[in-house]
């Protein structure tokens, strides 16, 4: 049998017996920026926040890249945005998206934007989550 | 400032020629689409002012952008980023610019 290897330049613990794999991200943009948890989505197209983090930010909100993002119970309108995220020691700007209702409580780490800037192993067993950059990054 | 001040501004604007309003109106929109200072609300990137003026012309691709302009684009992620690279450009903003009718979900933690 053929194996695989893969050589991962961080490892983060988190409790598998969490509903989800949550994260400490932080959001930047120029001098302004806001921490908080967020999930690990696979089934995201994008990243997902709440408004209340894009504005504290300093964004205007509505002035993003509008588009209506569904769910399995319906559809919800959330702004994109270029911003920075970090996550780790991990930091690149991306467009994400803030949800337009701020009673919606969202933050999740998608596809685009994240899962598809770094290369990671979830090992949810053993609650290990192993993160790299690509190399040509 | 004044509002004495401010209303002198506008009438002296509004009795411009045409061309020469033309002109002031030029002015002001390309004061408004620079980099603001984001210390209070009303911020928008110029990345996000770049996407929202352009996202139709480059829908289902990958985009890199660097201070509101285009740097590259590609069918992929890595195309685009390694074009990019290839202009001597670090750390673009790297985008997929979803098409109109493509549909965007969200999963399962809501």
Request: aromatic content about 10%; charged content about 30%.
């Amino acid at each position: 049998m053929k194996l695989h290897r893969l050589e991962f330049e961080k490892l983060i613990n988190y409790d598998a017996g969490l509903n989800g794999i949550p994260l400490n991200v932080e959001l930047r943009l120029g001098s302004n920026s806001t921490a908080f948890e967020a999930k690990i989505d696979t089934g995201s197209s994008f990243c997902v926040f709440e408004r209340a983090r894009g504005e504290e930010l300093g964004l205007e909100i509505e002035r993003g890249f509008l588009r209506r993002i569904s769910t399995v119970v319906g559809s919800f309108s959330a702004h994109g945005h270029g911003i920075t995220i970090i996550v780790g020691d991990f930091e690149f700007d991306s467009l994400v998206f803030f949800a337009a209702d701020e009673s919606f409580r969202v933050n999740v780490l998608g596809r685009n934007g994240w899962l598809n800037r770094l290369i990671i192993g979830i090992n949810d067993y053993d609650g290990k989550l192993y993160l790299s950059h690509y190399e040509s990054e | 400032m004044e509002a004495v001040l401010l209303d002198e501004i506008i009438e002296t604007v509004v009795s411009l020629k045409p061309e020469e309003r033309r002109k002031v109106m030029r002015a002001l929109q390309e004061e408004e689409r620079k980099t603001k200072t984001n210390g209070g609300k009303g911020y928008v990137h110029p990345n996000t002012v770049w996407i929202k003026e352009h996202h139709t012309e480059y829908a289902g691709k990958h985009v890199a952008l660097k201070d509101g302009k285009l740097i590259a684009f590609g069918n992929t992620i890595k195309e685009a980023d390694l074009k990019a690279k290839e202009k001597g450009v670090k750390n673009p903003l790297l985008a997929y610019l979803p098409r109109a009718d493509e549909e965007l979900y969200c999963g399962g933690w809501l």
